[in-house]
């Protein structure tokens, strides 16, 4: 089995990634650490740069004590200051424009957060969010973050299957949790690429993280179809009856109660919600709009099937608002608290 790599109390801080800083990650991590008492934040401590740290609050207008501190100085300076690792990289941070001088430590605060966490100095990896198009001169060779986050846990864990870590990536709110089976691709790639083996297979992630994670007894699926009215049995495409039909059958046979395909515009009002746990969706929008739609400040990105936790906020960079004190750190409150109740009981 493979090493599972979490923290097994929160006593440990939580390791935050700065995330692109021309974008509103900064900015959000300044204003959470400012509502740590009255939003109960649990203790996390900044990778990246003080003096760009410094600067951000300057401009923002904001009186913030920023304290270069080890992951251990990190819960007794967190009261008092924002504590951060300094990566020693340079940082210049103007906001919104993208500098490809910033993108190593982009880059290095994501993989010392995952050390951090191995190491066991960090509960859990909370991740500011980055521009991929901003990394990808420097070599970035991922769609996105899950993906490299998948790659750096090969390098820490063996994977249980001996092959590869299969990062899933959920979206969870207050009232809901999705997961795209297909992400980060066009429509028309998702409805070529999708089939009944990734569908699987990402049924098994989310149903044992459900129970792993979350605390589900016996996690119930809501499997969407991909066409409308989930096809009408063949009327409207066959994806529906010759793809995800059969992968539900195959998770039904392994024990998990998985249901599906269901119409998608009928499985995510308050009632049809109240019959699942977390719903798989065939596409990205498909998952997102929904939850989205709901509760877009208080919703998390939770990233599955990885031997440790990983949560971000489910906005982007913003780089339109960066630097002007516009941007609500509602979700990444929320992620630094949803990180700190998945690794307590873990």
Known sequence: MAREIHATTTARPLALSLGEPAGVGPDVTLATWLRR???DVPPFYVIGSADFLRRRAERLGLDIPVRAVSPEDAPATFAE?????????PCRGEPGRLDVVDAPLTIAAIERAVADVAAGHAAAVVTNPINKHALYAVGFAHPGHTEFLGALAATIAP??????????????????KTVPVTVHVSLADAVRSLDAETIVTTGRIVAQDLTRRFGFAAPRLAIAGLNPHAGENGAMGREDLEVIAPAVARLVAEGI?????????TMFHARARATWDAALCMYHDQALIPVKTLAFDETVNVTLGLPFVRTSPDHGTALDIAGTDKANPGSLIAALKMAASMTRDA
């Open 257 to 265: 109660d998985a249901r599906g395909p269901l119409p998608a515009d």
């Open 81 to 89: 200051a924002l504590p951060v690792i300094d990566l020693g990289l």
């Open 37 to 39: 008492a009255g939003e």
């Open 159 to 176: 994977p249980p299957d001996g092959v590869a870590w299969r990062p899933v990536m959920m979206l969870a709110g207050p009232e809901m």
